[in-house]
C-alpha cells in the first residue's frame, strides 16, 4: 500500500476533517479496526499566508515544496494540500514536487461532474473566490461557478 503525505495546519479544522475522513474511509473499505499509516506535515501558516498577501508566488512555491520534501524524506509516495488557498500555485509545486499530488480543485471538480451539477457556489478566503485556478478546471467541464461579490468577501 502506497504512503499518503499531508501538508496541514493551514487551516488545522480542514487537517483534522482530512484526517477523520481518510480514517472513516479506510475503516469502511478495509473493515476491522485497523488505521492506515500517514502522515501530517503541520504547516506554519504564515509560510504561506504572508506570501499570498504579498503575492509571492515563487516564495509560496518554495515554501511549499520544501514542506512536501519533508513529506518525501519521511516515505510518502503521494501527497495533497489539505487547504484550498495554496492551490493558487498547486501547478508550480507539483512540477516541482519529488512525490505526485492530488489536487483538492481537481478532486472537487470530478465529484461535482460525477453528480452532474452545472452550477456551485465558491466560498473561501478571499483569495480562493477570486483566483482563477477553480474557475479554470471547473469551465474544462462547463460547470459554472458562482462566488459572493467582493464587498461580501470582505
Known amino acids: 500500500m502506497k504512503t499518503l503525505g499531508i501538508i496541514g495546519g493551514l487551516g488545522p479544522e480542514s487537517t483534522v476533517d482530512y484526517y477523520q ?12 479496526d485497523s488505521y492506515p499509516q500517514f502522515f501530517i506535515n503541520s504547516m506554519d501558516l504564515n509560510k504561506v499566508r504572508e506570501p499570498v498577501i504579498a503575492d509571492d508566488r515563487q516564495r509560496l512555491t518554495e515554501n ?36 505526485p499530488l492530488l489536487s483538492i480543485v481537481e478532486a472537487t471538480c470530478v465529484a461535482a461532474r460525477a453528480k452532474r451539477m452545472k452550477r456551485l457556489a465558491l466560498f473561501g478566503t478571499k ?27 470582505d
Open 21 to 32: 475522513t481518510i480514517i472513516a474511509l479506510y475503516r469502511e473499505r478495509a473493515g476491522g
Open 64 to 99: 511549499i515544496v520544501i514542506e512536501i520534501e519533508k513529506l518525501a524524506r519521511a516515505g510518502a509516495d503521494f501527497g495533497l494540500i489539505a487547504a484550498n488557498t495554496p492551490h493558487i500555485v498547486f501547478d508550480a509545486v507539483a512540477r516541482a514536487s519529488p512525490i
Open 127 to 153: 483569495f480562493t473566490m477570486i483566483g482563477d485556478f477553480y474557475p479554470k478546471v471547473f469551465s474544462r467541464e462547463s460547470i459554472e461557478l458562482v462566488a459572493p461579490d467582493l464587498a461580501d468577501q
